[in-house]
C-alpha cells in the first residue's frame, strides 16, 4: 500500500491541470491544396430500391464502394468502405425480398457474395463461397422460388449453379451439372413460370440450353442445338407469355429462338440474317401477345422487329431508317398495352410508339423538332405516366414526361438551364419520382433525385468533390520540428516544415517558382539539418541542404549530378551522382568544395551504380554499398569517406558475374546482407570489411536455389528475416543471433498461402509482421520474441478471412516500443492503430469518417516520440499531412527515452508488462539484463531530466524523484516493480518517468558500482 501511495501522490500532483482537457485524436495539420482544377463524376450506374432506400455503386473519394439514399441529403452516404485505399466495386446488384445483393471485393477474400438492407449494420458477407483471397466468380444472379440462383465456384468445383436464402449455411451448391474443377459455368439465368432457364456445359454436349425447377432431379436439357461437343452460342434472354425467347448461334449466326422447355418446342423462330454473321436480336420486350426486338440485317441496318412466338408471325416492322441506315430502337418500356421507346430516324433519335403491328408503329413526338436529335432515352415508369429524357435547343438535356399521347408529351422543367442541362442519367422510380445522376449544383453526375418540380429537384450528394491532394511525404525530424514535401497551392512540390499545428506549418522555400515546384526528394537527416534532391529549373536535380529556414536552404551542388539514395554518414552524407563518369558513389560535407566523388569504380560514362537502386549501409566507420565495376560484377564495396579508403570488399563470384549483395543490414557492428554464391545459392552472409570476414552465415537451403531470404529487420538484439529452409514448409520467419548455430526457423505454419509472411517491423520487443495461417484469419496482426514457437495472431481485427492490417503501413511507433499501422475494420473502416504486442494492448487511436467508414487513404507514416506524421485522406480535405499526439489524445502508452550505462552485463533495458490503461491492476514497470542476484532501485518522478553523472551516465527522472522499494533481481538479471493504475478518469493523460539503478560492484559505469537504465515515460490513459 505505501508504493501505491507513492505512485499515486506524482499522479494526482497532475490532476489540477488535465482536468477537462478533451483533444482530438487526429488533427490535420494543414490544407495545402485545397482544389484541383476539374469536377469528377462519382460513376453512378443504376439505383436499386429495397425498403424504402435505394442502393447503389457510387465512385468517389473511398473508390468504388455500395451507398444508399432514402432521397434527402441528410439521407445519401456511403454503406461501408469495404475496401479502404481502394475499390470493392460492387456488381451483380438483385433484390431479395427486404435485401439487395450483390459482389465485391475486398481484401483476403476476394470477390464474394454481400448483402444490405440498406443500413451499416445491416451490409454483411453472405458467405466466402471460394475461401480465401481467390474470387467465387459469381455470374447472372436472380431471383427463383424465393431463392437467390447465379453461377460461382468454390475452387474445388467449377462453376456451377448456386443458391443463397441471405445466410451463410443457406448458401450452397445447388446443381452440379459437371461435377469435377471444370464446371459447366452457367449463364443468362432467366426465371420463366416454375422453370428457371440458363446455358451450361456439360461434357460432350457444349455449351447449351438447360433449365431447372430448383432440384437436381428436375434439371434437364432442354435442347441440344448444335449437336456434338462444340455447343451453340447464347445472348439475350427475356420471358415471353410462359415461354422463353433467346438469341442463339447454332452455327448460322446470331438468331431469334424460342422455347417451351421441350427439345420439340425449342426451335428458330426466323433466320433473319441469313450467313454466319447472324441478326444479332436484342431487347425482346412483351406486348401482349407479341414481343417487340431490335435485329439486323445487311439490307436494312438495325430495325425494329416483331414475333408472336411462331415463325410465320416474326417479322421486320419496317425500315425506318431508309436502306442500310441503323435505327437502333431501345429503351424499351411496356406502357397502357404499346411499348414506348426510342428510335433513330431521318427526324434524329426521337421517342416512338408500338403495339406490335406495322400500322401502330409510329413517332410519337419529335421534342428536337426537324432533322436535328432529341436525343430521347432513358425510358421509365414513374407512376401513371413514362419519364425520360431528350434534348432541345436553349434546354439542352432534360426530363420529361408522357402519358403515351402527343398532347400529353412535355418536358418537365428547364431544371439547368441552358445547354447543356440537367444530363440525367440511370432514371429510377422512387418515392413518386426518379433518382438519377446528373449535373445539379457543384456535382458532375452525382446522385439526384426529382419529384417532376424545380423545388423537388435537388443534388443529394457531391460524392466524389473537387479536392485537391498536397500528397505529403518525407516527414523528417529537424530539431523541435518535423520536415516533409507537399504540393502547395499554385507552388507545386517544395519543401515544408511543421510544429504539428496549422499555424506551425509553412514552406520552407520555393526552390522552384511555379506550379511544377522542385520536387524534393530522397530527404535524410545529418548533422542537425535535412539534405535532399531538388530541381530548380535550368540546372537539373542538385544536392540541398537546410535547416528549415528560407536563408539558410543551401544548393550545394550545381551541376545537376542528380543525387540518390542520400545516406547519413557522421557529419556528413553519402550518395550516388552521375557527372562524366557516370553513376558513382560521392560524399559531401555541405559545401560545394567538399563535396566529390570519391571514386570512378567503373572508368567510363556507365557508372557502377544502377539509379534508384542505391543501398548504402553505415556500419561503425564504413559505408557499405554494392557497385559493379565492369570486371567483377555487382560485388560489396566500402568506404570510409575517403577515395583511398573506398574499395572492394571482396569478389564472392570471380569473373563478371559478380554475388548481387542485396538487403544491406547493420547488426552487431557488422554489414549483414544476401548475396547469390555458387553452390550455395542466394544466401545471409557477414562482413567485417575486408575480405577474410566476409562468410557466409548458414546455407539455410542446401543447393543451388538457396533460401532468399528477405526483409532483414533488427529487433531485440536479434536479426530477423523470411527465407525458405529445406524442410518443405516453404517461406518462414528466421531469427539469427549471426552465427550458424544461431539461425534459427522461427515459425512453421504451412498454411499453403503465397507470401504468407510479409511487412516484418522491428521493434524494442520483438518482430511484427502480417500473416495468414489459413485458420481462417486472413492477414493479420501477429508477433513474436524471436523464440522459436512465441510467434503468435495478436488480433483479428477483421473478423473472419477478411484482411485487417492494411500491408506496407507498420511502422515502429513511441521510440521503437510498438508498432503503429493502418488497419480497417467493418464498423470503422480504415484507421490508425497502435500494438504492444497483445490483444487489450491493440488499439485503434483515431476516428475518422462516421459507421462504416474512416479514411479513404492512409500512407507515409513516421513516428517522432509520442506524435506520428502521416499523410491521409479523410474524404473531405484531400491527401494531406496529419499529426496524432498520444498525449494530447490521452492515449496510455510508455515511451523509452535517453540512454542508460552499463555494468558487466551491459546496458540495462528498462520495459514495462501491459499498458498503463486505467483499471489495469496488474501494470508492471520492469528493468532485464542486470546481474543475477542483485539489488535493483526503481525511481519515479513527474517530469523527465537529462543531467550528466559522469562516466557516460545521466539521471533522466527529475527533481524531486521518488525512490521506490528496491528489488532483488532472478536469476535470469530482471525484476519487475508492480504499479497498479487505478480506474479513476481524472488521471487519463499524467503522466511518471522512470529509471532504474542496479548494483554492479566494480563494474558499473555510474560510481563504479551502479549501472543505469534509459528512461521511460509512463502515460496513463485509455
Not at 447503389?56 to 473511398?62: E, I, L, Q
Not at 461435377?179 to 443468362?188: E, K, L, V
Not at 412466338?309 to 406502357?335: K, Q
Not at 440525367?424 to 452525382?446: D, H, K, M
Request: net charge negative; proline share 5%; hydrophobic share 40%.
Amino acid at each position: 500500500m505505501l508504493l501505491v501511495r507513492q505512485v499515486l501522490l506524482v499522479v494526482a500532483s497532475f490532476s489540477a491541470i488535465a482536468t477537462g482537457n478533451t483533444l482530438l485524436a487526429q488533427n490535420l495539420i494543414a490544407n495545402l491544396r485545397s482544389a484541383t482544377g476539374g469536377q469528377p463524376s462519382s460513376g453512378i450506374d443504376t439505383f436499386y430500391v429495397v425498403n424504402g432506400l435505394a442502393v447503389f455503386d457510387a465512385s468517389g473519394r473511398f473508390g468504388s464502394e455500395p451507398y444508399v439514399t432514402d432521397g434527402t441529403i441528410v439521407g445519401t452516404s456511403i454503406l461501408r468502405d469495404l475496401m479502404p485505399d481502394g475499390s470493392s466495386n460492387p456488381a451483380n446488384f438483385t433484390v431479395l425480398g427486404n435485401e439487395v445483393f450483390f459482389t465485391a471485393r475486398v481484401p483476403g477474400l476476394g470477390n464474394e457474395l454481400w448483402k444490405t438492407d440498406g443500413t451499416v449494420a445491416g451490409t454483411v458477407l453472405v458467405k466466402d463461397i471460394r475461401a480465401g483471397a481467390s474470387d467465387s466468380a459469381i455470374t447472372d444472379p436472380v431471383v427463383f422460388n424465393g431463392l437467390l440462383w447465379f453461377g460461382a465456384t468454390d475452387g474445388i468445383n467449377g462453376p456451377e449453379l448456386w443458391s443463397s436464402d441471405g445466410t451463410e449455411a443457406g448458401t450452397q451448391l445447388a446443381i452440379d451439372l459437371w461435377p469435377g474443377g471444370f464446371g459447366s459455368s452457367p449463364q443468362h439465368l432467366t426465371v420463366v413460370g416454375s422453370q428457371l432457364y440458363f446455358k451450361a456445359g456439360v461434357s460432350g454436349v457444349g455449351s447449351e440450353l438447360h433449365r431447372t425447377d430448383g432440384t437436381p432431379a428436375g434439371t434437364v436439357l432442354v435442347a441440344d442445338l448444335t449437336p456434338g461437343p462444340s455447343g451453340s452460342a447464347f445472348d439475350e434472354f427475356a420471358e415471353f407469355n410462359g415461354k422463353l425467347l433467346f438469341s442463339c448461334n447454332a452455327g448460322d449466326g446470331m438468331e431469334p429462338y424460342i422455347s417451351d422447355g421441350t427439345a420439340a418446342g425449342t426451335f428458330r423462330l426466323a433466320d433473319l440474317e441469313p450467313g454466319a454473321s447472324g441478326s444479332s436480336p436484342q431487347f425482346f420486350t412483351t406486348i401482349g401477345s407479341r414481343a417487340v426486338f431490335s435485329a439486323t440485317t445487311a439490307a436494312t441496318g438495325r430495325e425494329l422487329f416483331v414475333t408472336d412466338g411462331t415463325t410465320g408471325g416474326t417479322g421486320m416492322l419496317g425500315d425506318f431508317n431508309p436502306g442500310t441506315g441503323d435505327s437502333l430502337p431501345r429503351d424499351m418500356v411496356p406502357y397502357g398495352g404499346v411499348v414506348l421507346f426510342s428510335m433513330y430516324t431521318p427526324t434524329g433519335r426521337e421517342l416512338w410508339t408500338t403495339d406490335g403491328t406495322a400500322a401502330n408503329t409510329y413517332e410519337l413526338f419529335d421534342c428536337n423538332p426537324g432533322t436535328a436529335s432529341g436525343a430521347v432515352a432513358e425510358l421509365v415508369s414513374v407512376g401513371s405516366n413514362v419519364w425520360f429524357t431528350a434534348y432541345q435547343p436553349g434546354y439542352g438535356n432534360e426530363l420529361w414526361t408522357t402519358d403515351g399521347t402527343a398532347a400529353g408529351t412535355a418536358m418537365l422543367a428547364d431544371f439547368v438551364a441552358g445547354n447543356p442541362g440537367l444530363g440525367a442519367e440511370g432514371l429510377t422510380p422512387f418515392n413518386g419520382g426518379v433518382l438519377f445522376r446528373g449535373a445539379l449544383g457543384a456535382g458532375a453526375y452525382e446522385p439526384c433525385f426529382s419529384d417532376g418540380t424545380m423545388a423537388g429537384t435537388y443534388l443529394l450528394a457531391d460524392l466524389d468533390p473537387s479536392t485537391g491532394d498536397s500528397s505529403p511525404r518525407l516527414f523528417r525530424e529537424l530539431g523541435n520540428e518535423v520536415f516533409f514535401v507537399a504540393n502547395g497551392d499554385g507552388t507545386g512540390s517544395e519543401p515544408y516544415k511543421t510544429d504539428g499545428t496549422m499555424a506551425g506549418t509553412t514552406m520552407i522555400a520555393d526552390i522552384y517558382s511555379g506550379a511544377s515546384g522542385s520536387t524534393p526528394d530522397y530527404a535524410v537527416a545529418a548533422n542537425g539539418e535535412i539534405w535532399f534532391n531538388a530541381n530548380a529549373g535550368g540546372a537539373g536535380d542538385n544536392l540541398y541542404r537546410t535547416d528549415g529556414t528560407a536563408a539558410n536552404t543551401v544548393m550545394v551542388t550545381v551541376n545537376g549530378e542528380a543525387p540518390r539514395g542520400l545516406t547519413a554518414f557522421g557529419t556528413k552524407v553519402i550518395f550516388s551522382a552521375s557527372r562524366t563518369n557516370g553513376r558513382e558513389p560521392w560524399i559531401s560535407d555541405g559545401t560545394l568544395a567538399g563535396t566529390f566523388e570519391l571514386l570512378d569504380i567503373r572508368p567510363g560514362g556507365t557508372g557502377s551504380i544502377v539509379a534508384a537502386s542505391e543501398n548504402f549501409c553505415v556500419v561503425g566507420g564504413l559505408c557499405f554499398f554494392t557497385a559493379n565495376d565492369g570486371a567483377t560484377g555487382k560485388e560489396l564495396w566500402a568506404t570510409d569517406g575517403t577515395t583511398a579508403g573506398t574499395y572492394r570488399v571482396a569478389d564472392l563470384v570471380p569473373g563478371s558475374g559478380g554475388s548481387a549483395p542485396g538487403s544491406l543490414t547493420a547488426y552487431n557492428g557488422e554489414l549483414y546482407f544476401t548475396a547469390s554464391v555458387s553452390p550455395s545459392g542466394n544466401e545471409l552472409w557477414k562482413s567485417d570489411g575486408t575480405a577474410a570476414g566476409t562468410v557466409l552465415v548458414k546455407d539455410i537451403r542446401a543447393g543451388f536455389l538457396g533460401s532468399n531470404p528477405k526483409e532483414l529487420q533488427v529487433a531485440n538484439g536479434l536479426l530477423y528475416m523470411t527465407a525458405t529452409g529445406s524442410s518443405g514448409a516453404g517461406e518462414q520467419v528466421w531469427v539469427s543471433d549471426g552465427t550458424a548455430a544461431g539461425t534459427v526457423q522461427l515459425t512453421t505454419d504451412v498454411s499453403g498461402v503465397s507470401d504468407p509472411y510479409r511487412d516484418l517491423t522491428a521493434t524494442s520487443a520483438g518482430i511484427y509482421f502480417l500473416h495468414d495461417d489459413n485458420s481462417g484469419t486472413g492477414f493479420e496482426l501477429w508477433f513474436a520474441d524471436g523464440t522459436p514457437g512465441s510467434a503468435a495472431l495478436v488480433l483479428d481485427i477483421a473478423p473472419g478471412q477478411a484482411q485487417g492490417a492494411i500491408e506496407g503501413t507498420l511502422v515502429p511507433a513511441l521510440n521503437g516500443s510498438q508498432v503503429l499501422f493502418a488497419a480497417t475494420d467493418p464498423d470503422h473502416g480504415m484507421q490508425l492503430w497502435l500494438s504492444d504486442g497483445t490483444a487489450v494492448g491493440t488499439r485503434r487511436l483515431t476516428s475518422f469518417g462516421g459507421s462504416g467508414y474512416g479514411a479513404v487513404t492512409m500512407e507515409n507514416f513516421v513516428s517522432i516520440g509520442a506524435r506520428t506524421f502521416f499523410a491521409a485522406d479523410d474524404g473531405i480535405n484531400g491527401l494531406e499531412p496529419w499529426v496524432y499526439d498520444a498525449v494530447t489524445a490521452g492515449l496510455a502508452f510508455t515511451l523509452p527515452y535517453g540512454s542508460g550505462c552499463g555494468g558487466s552485463t551491459g546496458d540495462l533495458v528498462i520495459g514495462n508488462v501491459g499498458q498503463p490503461t486505467l483499471g489495469n491492476a496488474s501494470f508492471e514497470v520492469t528493468i532485464a539484463n542486470a546481474l543475477p542476484l542483485t539489488i535493483a532501485v526503481p525511481a519515479s518522478s513527474e517530469s523527465p531530466t537529462s543531467i550528466n553523472l559522469g562516466g557516460g551516465c545521466r539521471l533522466l527522472v527529475n527533481f524531486p524523484y521518488i525512490l521506490q522499494p528496491l528489488q532483488i533481481t532472478d536469476a535470469a538479471g530482471t525484476a519487475s516493480l508492480p504499479v497498479p493504475i487505478p480506474n479513476d478518469p481524472t488521471l487519463a493523460g499524467y503522466n511518471l518517468f522512470w529509471q532504474w539503478a542496479a548494483y554492479d560492484p566494480g563494474q558499473g559505469a555510474f560510481l563504479n558500482d551502479f549501472a543505469l537504465s534509459s528512461g521511460l515515460q509512463v502515460q496513463v490513459g485509455n
